[in-house]
């Protein structure tokens, strides 16, 4: 079974920025697309970004022109660059796979926080 393992998380200060990487144990047969998603406690778990095994991307409206994911294929990896964070940014980030079988697989989450 496909795993997904994120990374990158930490405490910035409003404004600063921070990269996220999701890494595949095994090399995803395409079409797939990979995702990321974000849950603060209380909350459903909110789209943030994705990118298609084409290289095509789509972000939430919150995130547009702040965040950017982007894939390496050679290290089966995914990055979310975020730039300006701000305090409601604040949330676990997760990692999802959606497969050519319209499977999902959940990476463990990364914990983001944004504070002064």
């Known amino acids: 079974q496909v795993q997904l393992v994120e990374s990158g998380g930490g405490l910035v200060q409003p404004g600063g920025s921070l990269r996220l990487s999701c890494t595949t144990s095994e090399t995803i047969i395409s079409p797939y697309s990979i995702a990321w998603y974000r849950q603060t406690p209380g909350e459903e778990r909110d789209f943030v970004a994705h990118?298609?095994?084409?290289?095509?991307?789509n972000y939430a409206d919150s995130v547009k022109g702040r965040f950017t994911i982007s894939g390496d294929n050679a290290r089966n990896t995914v990055y979310l660059q975020m730039n300006d964070l701000k305090p409601e940014d604040t949330a676990v980030y997760y990692c999802?796979?959606?497969?050519?079988?319209?499977?999902?697989?959940w990476g463990q989450g990364t914990r983001v926080t944004v504070s002064s």
């Open positions: 999802n796979l959606q497969d050519r079988n319209d499977y999902d697989y």
């Open positions: 990118i298609t095994s084409g290289g095509r991307t």
